[in-house]
Every structure is written in C-alpha cells, then in structure tokens.
C-alpha cells in the first residue's frame, strides 16, 4: 500500500482544512491500486471519523465566531453611543451569523397598542420596511403573546397563527418564506421581537436559535439601556434647567434690589426722569423711552423709535387695568400713573427676555417716574403762581417799589430791562371748565419760563411776558402752539417791545386792545401785533364794544357795492382804490403800480363813482373810503 493511500492522508486533509468532497481522493485512488477490501473499510472508517472530526471543528470556529459576535455585541452596548447604531448592528450579525436572506427586529407601541418594525438588513422592499403589527398577529404576535421563539418552515401555509391581510401583503412583497421569530424581554415583559428569514423554506438548527435568543437578550440590554440612558440625560437636563432657573431668577431678584436702591438714591438726590431711565436700562439693558400723557417724548435711552400713538393708548390702558408692565410684540410698556392720574408710560425694548423680577423693575421706575413728574408739577405751579404773581403786579396799576420787583426777577431769571413783548390770549381760549383753564394756564407758564418770560391770569386773559422785539412773531406762535393744546382756535394779541417795568402796564393794555381789534376784524384764531394793525387797530381796540356786527355793517355801507361788484364781475376796483388813494391820488402813478393804462384806471375810477356815488372823493367821505379799504384788507388777510 502506497502513502497516499494511509489513513495519514485524512489527517493531512484535516490539517489544511480541505472541502468535504476531498476527503473521498484517499478511497478513490485505494481503489484504483485494487487495495484488499479489509484495506478499503479501513479506510472508509478513517473517512467517516476525519468527516466527524472536521464537522466538529467547523462547529466550534463557528461557535468561536458568534461568541466572538456577542463580545462584539457587548462591547457595543458598553460603549453605548446611538441606540439606532447597536440595534443595526445586532439585527446586521444575526442575518451574518444564520446566513439568513434577511433579518429584522420589531417593538410594540404602548401609546397606539400595536408593533412596528424598527430595523431590517438585507430588506428590499419599502412596504415590508414600514409594516405595523397589531397586538398578536402574525408569527410575532405568537411570539409576544407566549414568550417563547417560534420557528416555520413555510410562513404563508402556517396555520398557528393568525394572518392579516397587511402583514402577509408585506411578507409576500418581500419574498420571505421560513421566519424565525425570538422574544426580546425585560425581566417577565416582552418588548418586540428578533427575526432571521429566509426566502426559501429551511429549517433553523437549535443552534440557530439559542443564537438569536442570546442576540435578542443584548437587543433588550441595549434598549432598556438607552431608555435609563435618556431618563438620566432627561433628569440630568431637568436639574439644569431648575440649576440655570434658580441662578437666573437669583441674579435677577439682586437686580431688581440693586435697581431699587439706586432708584430710592435718585429720588433722594433730586434726579430726573432721564436718570431713571438711565438706570433702568443700565440694569435690564435694551432701549428705553419715557413718554408724558400726550405721547410727547421725555426721556430716551438707546435707538428706539417712538410706537404709533394707537398703539400706546391700547397697552397704556391694557397696563393700567392689569396693573402691571404688559408685553406688545417686542415692546413692554409700563403705565405711568398717580391714583387715577394718567401721567405717560415707560416703552422698553429689551435685549433679552424679562423674568418676573425685571417686569417689577420696570414698573418700579414706572411708579418712581410718576412720583418724580408730581414734584416737578408742584415745583412747576409752585414757581408758576410765583411768576404769576410777579406779572400780575408788573401790569397792575399803580406800580409799588420798583426795585423790589426787579429784585424778585432777577430772583427768577427775568431781566425787567431788556425788550419784551406781552401777548393777551382771547377769552374763549380759557373760558371752559376748571381743568381746561388751569391746562392752559399750565402750558403758558412753561412756554413763558422755558423762554426767560413770565405768564399770569389777569381779567378773564392769559396774559405772557416773553423776551424779544417780534411782537407779531410771539402772537402767532403763542396762537399757534396754544391751538394744538385745546384744539380749538385761539387769538393772540400783542403789543412791544417794550423795556423796564413801567411800561408793562401800558403795553398789556395795547395787546388787550390789539386782541379786542382781531376780533372786531373777524380774525378769530389768529395772533397779530397793535403795530401790524396800525391806527384801524387802535380805533377798533378803543371801541371794542361795536364788536364784529359793527365793523361789518361799516364795511357794507362804505364800500360794500364796490366789493360785491368784483366778486361778481371778477374786476379790481378795490385794489385800483387802495393803489389810487396810496399813491395821493394820482392817476398817472396808480396806473403804473397797477400796470394798466392810465385810461383804464379813468374807467374804473367812474365805475366806481357809479357805484359808490358821485361824492366819494370829497374828504369826508374819502377818509371813510379809505378806512373800509384798510379793514377790508385787515380781514382778507
């Protein structure tokens, strides 16, 4: 008998792991040679025990292979860092380890009562990938229900469980035939399911399924790690939330003490509104504005435009009835009150959100603003009945101790020898009720004291001493700014520049007057000096009580035909009648500043005869002629 034909040549097949259909070379060439039979079953005997041999270590390489898979599969779960990852890689070695076409893992659904399927490998088709089970359907529902692995060898003609229409759809579009279904557990609840299938019918050795089970038991490991994982991560974030709340709400209860005492300093110390401001934001940072009743702007710190007027009546009220800072948008409003007092508001746009603390804060400067802007009330009437009282003695009649009066002044910052003007405001401007009266009064005492000028009250008037020599200007500003407060019309009459306290009397008398002549013009809500109305002004002033009806029928009997037969003709006869009387009375020079000629200033001059009468020109009547032509003019503007 040769070498090669010696039950050595099987150990040598074993030793470089050769195929199983090698093993049949040693018998095929023993009986080529014509070895005896004894031979021949000897060597048919080495055969099967190499074969057993071989099966043997091919067993433990594999055993070494999937206990080499489960340390991988523990030192996953070990170094945990996305559950999505270790269940693909479990479900990926249990498809690897069975040589299964596929392989997939299924968890139920507490909330919608059923199961999904959370991780396929080798799946290929989408329908089978988005299944959802319900609770005890299918091979996995068996599984669930029971506890124990399942396995069949033909899944659409397994009868032990109960079919859906929707899984076997799902089974059918993927092609699986023989599934094998293990449970993954927590203690004695089952979580899902782990599965190996197959798209041919085979049977799962033992082995197999003790494998997926051991896979199924880290699959649950891995779960039920990930959850303690995130309730930790879940409280963890919790106690830094609360951690991150506390120190927040702590630094903000110490901004609002420090804001409170720097605002109490600030009342302490005289500050105004703008310092209040100030600190508010220097505190809660952002931009800050201090609006007064009107929405006219106290105070501003930072860049933040004025809201729409709307707007702030809406959250001022909405402040006010919740007594409390309210939000609009990103703007926090804060109304400013004293009692039932609307004094203004506070609108605060903040850098960052405001906790509870820094809305107190806000309303804290709101109530210190409020508290701040009476004082500067009672300072201000307090100072204004002092000025008051100083011009009501500088226009009374007879004047008493000179220099005591130039004395208390000089006390206010009044110089009584430098020019003023005195502007006399109409009744009607003050003749309402008693708040109105004291506004206005209240706005010309600051528009008096803010110029250098004093204001009074006097005879039914609203009297103002205002440094200056434009008489005419200050009557039409002072008509003009008192109009928009009462929103009503008013008329200014003034009179000036005049210089040293005895002369103030006089010159009220004359801006009373100038006042009563605007009147009697119909130039109601108007300012205008006694010098721009000129001697009309003076005679109408004087004999103030003929009134408007008065002036008005003068006008209509004196040159009323020639003014109505140019409104209705559209011709210029009371203008070639001013031009013709203010040039003498020639008519050469009246048709040059009318720009006509000379035979047409003729022609006009007859209408007028016509219509006037032929005695028009005689001195008597002329003087009265030209005295409708100036109040004409006057009250046309």
């Not at 959250?315 to 109304?335: D, F, I, K, N, P």
């Not at 009503?488 to 002549?517: H, W």
């Not at 009997?557 to 009371?574: K, M, N």
Request: overall charge neutral; hydrophobic content about 45%; glycine content about 10%.
């Amino acid at each position: 008998m040769s070498v090669m034909s010696s039950p050595l040549e099987f150990l040598e097949l074993l030793a470089r792991e050769a195929a199983p259909v090698e093993f049949e070379g040693p018998l095929v060439a023993a009986r080529s040679a014509g070895l005896p039979a004894d031979r021949i079953a000897e060597l048919e005997q080495a055969k099967t025990v190499a074969l057993r041999v071989r099966a043997l270590l091919e067993r433990r390489r594999r055993r070494e292979s999937e206990l080499l898979s489960l340390y991988d599969t523990v030192s996953d779960l070990a170094g945990l860092r996305d559950l999505d990852e270790v269940l693909r890689a479990i479900v990926h070695r249990a498809r690897h380890l069975l040589g299964a076409d596929v392989a997939y893992m299924t968890l139920n659904d507490a909330e919608r009562g059923d199961t999904y399927m959370r991780v396929t490998d080798g799946s290929v088709s989408a329908r089978f990938q988005r299944l959802r089970l319900p609770m005890g359907a299918g091979l996995g529902g068996l599984v669930a229900q029971s506890g124990a692995p399942y396995v069949t060898a033909n899944y659409p003609q397994d009868e032990r469980f109960h079919h859906t229409r929707e899984i076997d759809a799902g089974v059918g579009e993927e092609g699986l035939v023989a599934i094998l279904g293990v449970p993954l557990r927590l203690g004695s609840t089952s979580i899902g399911v782990l599965y190996a299938a197959n798209r041919s019918a085979r049977p799962f050795a033992r082995e197999e399924v003790a494998l997926l089970l051991s896979l199924a038991a880290h699959a649950a490991v891995a779960i039920d790690t990930a959850r303690l994982l995130a309730e930790t991560r879940a409280a963890l974030a919790e106690l830094s939330s609360a951690n991150t709340t506390i120190r927040a709400h702590s630094a903000s209860v110490e901004r609002a003490a420090a804001a409170h005492d720097r605002m109490t300093a600030l009342v302490l110390r005289g500050g105004g509104v703008e310092d209040v401001t100030a600190a508010v934001t220097e505190v809660l940072g952002g931009a800050l504005l201090a609006l007064d009743t009107e929405g006219r702007l106290l105070a501003r710190v930072g860049e933040l435009d004025e809201p729409d007027r709307a707007d702030i009546v809406e959250a001022v009220a909405a402040s006010r009835t919740e007594g409390r800072s309210v939000r609009r948008g990103q703007l926090w409003y804060a109304a400013v009150v004293a009692g039932a007092e609307n004094l203004g508001a506070l609108v605060l746009h903040p850098e960052g959100e405001l906790a509870d603390a820094d809305q107190r804060i806000l309303e804290r400067a709101a109530l210190v603003t409020a508290l701040l802007l009476l004082f500067r009330r009672t300072v201000a009437e307090a100072e204004g009945r002092v000025r008051g009282e100083l011009l009501d003695d500088l226009i009374a009649r007879p004047l008493r101790d000179i220099e005591a009066l130039r004395g208390r002044a000089r006390r206010l910052g009044v110089d009584l020898d430098a020019p003023h003007v005195l502007v006399a405001v109409d009744d009607d401007a003050i003749a309402a009720t008693g708040s109105a009266r004291q506004r206005v009064l209240s706005w010309a005492t600051t528009y008096a004291s803010t110029r250098g000028g004093l204001a009074a009250a006097r005879d039914g008037r609203v009297v103002l001493m205002l440094p200056g020599q434009d008489a005419g200007g200050s009557a039409r500003a002072v008509s003009r700014d008192l109009s928009r407060v009462t929103a009503r019309p008013v008329t200014a009459g003034a009179s000036g520049p005049v210089t040293g306290p005895t002369s103030l009397a006089t010159a009220f008398q004359e801006a009373d007057r100038c006042l009563a002549a605007l009147g009697a013009l119909g130039r109601a809500g108007q300012g205008a000096s006694t010098a721009e109305l000129g001697f009309v002004g003076l005679l109408l002033g004087t004999a103030s009580g003929g009134g408007d009806a008065e002036v008005s029928r003068f006008l209509a009997s004196t040159i009323g035909p020639v003014v109505d037969y140019d409104a209705r003709r559209g011709t210029a006869l009371v203008r070639t009648l001013e031009s013709y009387f203010g040039v003498g009375g020639s008519l050469a020079r009246a048709a040059e500043v009318l720009h006509v000629h000379v035979n047409t200033v003729t022609q006009r001059l007859e209408r007028v005869g016509q219509l006037l009468g032929a005695d028009w020109q005689k001195p008597e009547r002329a003087l009265e002629v030209q005295l409708a032509l100036r109040l004409h003019r006057l009250r046309t503007g």
